[in-house]
């Protein structure tokens, strides 16, 4: 459930920065364009957060598993 809940998570992230990219390459003033090029990049940096603490949670519950004493 929280594995599914961060995912939808990542790709709003992408959604986003998709979002935020196509903004920065229309924009005609040159710091619009940078505030959006900083904002694609925000986006990119929390998706990979986000990415990294699925992980992390996977190998919590993959060790937490592992260290269940066997059933009798």
């Not at 459930?1 to 992230?13: F, K, S």
């Not at 940096?45 to 066997?70: I, M, Y």
Request: glycine share 2%; proline share 7%; net charge neutral.
């Amino acid at each position: 459930m929280m594995l599914a809940r961060l995912n939808d998570q990542i790709l709003d992230c992408h959604e986003h920065a998709t979002l935020a990219r196509f903004r920065a390459i229309t924009a005609k003033d040159p710091v619009t364009q940078k505030d959006y090029w900083r904002l694609e990049q925000s986006w990119l940096k929390l998706a990979d957060s986000l990415e990294f603490a699925e992980r992390v949670s996977g190998f919590l519950q993959w060790n937490a598993q592992r260290l269940q004493p066997p059933p009798p």
